[in-house]
């Protein structure tokens, strides 16, 4: 059984050089199902993707996936925690190779709903700063491609963060 730190490529060195809160926490996620750890990893995984799409991962967004991944992974919050903290890394390190990758395999793994919601959380996390970036956008929408869900149902989760959206909000000023 593959642990979800190694799925995230990071279990040799937060485990050897964490204190034993990690070590306990990473030895709790270890005994997911295989299944649920991938799906887990990959969603926190997407998740930072989103919110590391302007080049700034703020407070508000990493509270929000923190949050977002206690919830909808049934996590503990120390749990959820390291998940985020982990995925925000590897992100970070190689965002760019993995991206499709990761996206891929929730597209196979996940049923339909299971992506609707997760487009859902890709918004929640954007706008936990109160604005949505264009980039932030743009990569929610590369993403839902990814992982085939309808224009239409995109464009129905994304009406509901329209407050948010940084481009109306420009269109809103300059009607002024």
Do not use: N, W
């Not at 204190?19 to 299944?35: C, F, N, Q, S, T």
């Amino acid at each position: 059984m593959k642990s979800v730190l190694a799925l995230l490529g990071l279990a040799p060195t937060v485990t050897e050089t964490g204190g034993e809160a990690v070590r306990r926490i990473a030895a709790e996620l270890d005994r997911l199902e295989p299944a649920r750890a991938r799906f887990v990893a990959s969603f926190a995984f997407v998740l930072s993707r989103v919110a590391g799409a302007d080049q700034e991962v703020t407070d508000a967004e990493t509270a929000a996936m923190e949050r977002l991944v206690a919830e909808r992974a049934g996590l503990p919050a120390d749990q959820a925690v390291l998940v985020v903290q982990l995925a925000k890394t590897q992100q970070l390190l190689f965002g760019g190779t993995d991206d499709f990758l990761v996206s891929r395999e929730l597209a196979r793994e996940a049923t339909y709903e299971q992506k609707l919601g997760l487009v859902d959380c890709l918004f929640a996390v954007a706008s936990a700063d109160r604005s949505i970036r264009t980039s932030e956008a743009d990569e929610i929408g590369r993403i839902a491609r990814e992982i085939k869900v309808d224009q239409a149902d995109l464009s129905r989760i994304r009406a509901s963060y329209r407050d948010f959206l940084e481009v109306r909000k420009g269109l809103e000023q300059s009607e002024h």
